[in-house]
């Protein structure tokens, strides 16, 4: 179908609850019936494709990020470290220096600076990364810790995994956190283009617009996937007209979907509209390869 590999698509949208996941595991599931197809859920706060994907857990990685502890016998209270950091993660009060990990970003200023050598980097794990293969697809879910605050470190970790263990699948679908903020950036950085899920209501336009602007400040190519199509109003196909944004596919509202999907439960072998805007999508993006 696709003979370009490996081709990199991200599943993004500028809001949640817009089916994300819906497309990103139907898309992945029904092209592995015909090529070998990789699956990664970079939504690393609230992963949730495992659940439509049934396969064998091939392994499971702890992964880490670094951060400084405090060796307070060897602390000469200079302060350096307090006034290098520039996210606030160390402060000092008084004859105590403070290190909150939860802002920290590992980049070892405070601890290379340190006179004393009073703040050593240490392993803190933050997540795991799970590997799952079904027949032709691979599945790779990464997943944070309750109570990390951020999220980007281990979507950075999660593309290098798969690139050096899968990186030469043809076809990898890389299903992104919602929003326009860091995480999202983090994980379309690789990507050579990416689906916009968006809904035809008032809230979707707004939030698509945004996910547009941040993609072009990324200046990664663009395509919208419209769903619950047949809800609301036609003002999204407007704003795509209007500012030369593919619509790839419509999927359209369907209770049977809405079902299916609550029970998780893969719908494109059920739902004969659902399989005719995958084949849309498909098409679409071997224009775009054909084109690159």
């Known amino acids: 179908m696709i003979n370009n590999p490996p081709l990199k698509i991200g599943i993004a949208s500028g809001k949640g609850g817009t089916g994300k996941t819906l497309l990103s595991t139907n898309l992945a599931a029904y092209l592995s019936q015909t090529q070998p197809t990789l699956l990664v859920d970079l939504d690393v706060e609230e992963p949730d494709d495992f659940l439509f994907v049934r396969g064998t857990t091939q392994s499971i990685t702890d992964q880490y990020k670094m951060i400084p502890v405090w060796d307070e016998k060897a602390c000469t209270l200079c302060g350096i470290c307090s006034k290098t950091c520039k996210f606030h993660a160390v402060i000092q009060l008084g004859s105590i220096i403070l290190v909150f990990k939860e802002l920290c970003h590992s980049c070892y200023a405070c601890s290379e600076l340190c006179p004393a050598e009073a703040l050593p980097m240490q392993k803190h794990k933050m997540g795991e990364i799970k590997t799952i293969i079904s027949g032709n697809l691979t599945f790779i879910e990464s997943r944070l810790n309750i109570g990390e605050e951020q999220a980007v470190p281990l979507i950075h970790q999660t593309h290098e995994l798969a690139e050096k263990t899968h990186g030469n699948i043809p076809l990898q679908i890389f299903d992104c956190p919602p929003g326009t903020s860091c995480p999202v950036v983090a994980s379309t950085r690789n990507v050579d283009f990416v689906v916009l899920v968006t809904e035809p209501t008032p809230f979707g336009l707004n939030d698509l617009k945004l996910a547009v602007e941040t993609m072009k400040e990324i200046h990664k190519p663009v395509g919208v996937v419209i769903n619950r199509y047949g809800i609301g109003n036609n003002e999204v196909e407007m ?8 619509v790839l596919a419509k999927i359209p509202y369907d209770r049977r979907i ?19 805007s995958l084949d849309n999508i498909i098409k679409a993006i071997q224009n775009v390869v054909r084109k690159n």
């Open 258 to 276: 809405a079902e299916l999907y609550s029970n998780g439960q893969l719908v494109y072998d059920k739902i004969e509209d659902m399989q005719t």
């Open 239 to 246: 704003y795509c007209q209007e500012a030369g944004i593919p």
